[in-house]
């Protein structure tokens, strides 16, 4: 037997019930599935999902707070840069599962799962230290 310790003990079905419907609002709206999609098994900053899915930081930032404050992100500090990942694959199993629901194939999540952000992502995963030219130089 499975036992969930964040789960109340004798969890009636409307209690049961509201739990699992809140998880779902919060991944419902359509830009938070692209983020989670975006986002997939890998990590993903800002930037990246600014240069993916091509709209503003501040409507990024806003569903990535609402999935973080949800519990189904969770995010790490590297400089300036914050990254975010799924805290459960499980959801992302739950947007392929939706997928097929929807009469698409998973096969589609799959392939636009963890994409290489373009060229306007200016992280230190996209854009290498540069050694400056005047170090290369001889005296």
Same mark, same amino acid.
């Given at each position: 037997?499975?036992?969930?310790?964040?789960?109340?003990?004798?969890?009636? !079905?409307?209690?049961?019930?509201?739990?699992? +419907?809140?998880?779902?609002? @919060?991944?419902?709206?359509?830009?938070?599935?692209?983020?989670? $999609?975006?986002? =997939?098994? =890998?990590?993903a900053? @800002?930037?990246?999902?600014?240069?993916?899915? =091509?709209?503003?930081?501040?409507? &990024?930032?806003?569903?990535?707070?609402?999935?973080?404050? +949800?519990?189904?992100?969770?995010?790490r500090? /590297?400089?300036?840069?914050?990254?975010?990942?799924?805290?459960? /694959?499980?959801?992302l +199993? !739950? @947007?392929?599962?939706?997928?097929? !629901?929807? =009469?698409?194939?998973?096969?589609?999540?799959?392939?636009?799962?963890?994409?290489?952000?373009?060229?306007?992502?200016?992280?230190?995963?996209?854009?290498?230290?540069? $050694?400056? !030219?005047?170090?290369? &130089?001889?005296?």
């Open positions: 037997m499975i036992y969930n310790i964040f789960m109340k003990p004798n969890m009636t !079905l409307p209690e049961l019930s509201e739990r699992i +419907a809140e998880t779902l609002q @919060v991944i419902a709206p359509p830009a938070r599935v692209a983020i989670l $999609i975006a986002i =997939g098994r =890998g990590e900053c @800002v930037c990246h999902l600014e240069s993916i899915l =091509g709209w503003r930081q501040a409507y &990024i930032s806003q569903h990535l707070m609402a999935l973080r404050k +949800a519990d189904i992100l969770s995010d500090r /590297e400089g300036r840069y914050v990254y975010y990942r799924l805290k459960d /694959e499980a959801i +199993a !739950l @947007v392929r599962d939706a997928a097929i !629901l929807a =009469g698409l194939s998973p096969a589609d999540v799959d392939a636009l799962a963890n994409p290489e952000p373009g060229s306007e992502c200016e992280c230190p995963h996209c854009i290498p230290n540069l $050694i400056p !030219l005047e170090s290369l &130089i001889i005296k």
